[in-house]
T-cell receptor, first 114, second 111 residues
Framework: DTGVSQNPRHKITKRGQNVTFRCDPI?????LYWYRQTLGQGPEFLTY????????KSRLLSDRFSAERPKGSFSTLEIQRTEQGDSAMYLC????????????FGQGTRLTVV | GESVGLHLPTLSVQEGDNSIINCAYS??????FIWYKQESGKGPQFIID?????DKRQGQRVTVLLNKTVKHLSLQIAATQPGDSAVYFC??????????FGKGNQVVVIP
């Protein structure tokens, strides 16, 4: 399977714990996005990378959130001191710009903070 | 600010009929639009896209129409099948290179 891969698929954590998610984009895709989606809503933009450079961060991304893409391939999203309001589906997408601009999504990581 | 929204929250359609899902956008600078399909528990799946220099694009059983004058986008699904039951999102790509999504439109196909 050469699509976008996210791990884990599900994560249950206690409030106050740190969690880290991983995204492996489609190989050769230079752009990688993180989105968050809550029930009944469309995905909300969090941040994106062009190769290894993090070019934009949403105001939704508080200082408890950090994302990295150290070698311009896979990316990690870490949430520190999780809160119940962090419970959501975290989606990763990748694209190849400027050749093709459609973004392909992974299956997401569903986070539940108890 | 920018917003992308859908007119109808739920569309029920008989199997075999055509479906039309509408979407309004407010950012006139957006130059690229995508329709995604999302099934329960899965990530959004790319269906079809269109650039602002076009007003119509066809794929397999799907057609996207873009009316820049009224900032309106629609997705037409021909001969709707049970597997088309899902939530459909339109997304716009503005000058900031990020996709902005609307709230989604549930399509329910009645066998």
């Amino acid at each position: 399977d050469t699509g976008v891969s996210q791990n884990p698929r599900h994560k249950i954590t206690k409030r106050g714990q740190n969690v880290t998610f991983r995204c492996d984009p489609i190989s050769e895709h230079n752009r990688l996005y993180w989105y968050r989606q809550t029930l009944g809503q469309g995905p909300e933009f969090l941040t994106y990378f062009q190769n290894e450079a993090q070019l934009e961060k949403s105001r939704l991304l508080s200082d408890r959130f950090s994302a990295e893409r150290p070698k311009g391939s896979f990316s990690t999203l870490e949430i520190q001191r999780t809160e119940q309001g962090d419970s959501a589906m975290y989606l990763c997408a990748s694209s190849l710009v400027p050749e093709r601009t459609e973004a392909f999504f992974g299956q997401g990581t569903r986070l539940t903070v108890v | 600010g920018e917003s992308v929204g859908l007119h109808l929250p739920t569309l029920s359609v008989q199997e075999g009929d055509n479906s039309i899902i509408n979407c309004a956008y407010s950012n006139s600078a957006s130059d690229y639009f995508i329709w995604y399909k999302q099934e329960s528990g899965k990530g959004p799946q790319f269906i079809i896209d269109i650039r602002s220099n076009m007003d119509k694009r066809q794929g397999q059983r799907v057609t996207v129409l873009l009316n820049k004058t009224v900032k309106h986008l629609s997705l037409q699904i021909a001969a709707t099948q049970p597997g088309d039951s899902a939530v459909y999102f339109c997304a716009e790509n503005g000058s900031n290179n990020r996709l902005a999504f609307g709230k989604g439109n549930q399509v329910v196909v009645i066998p």
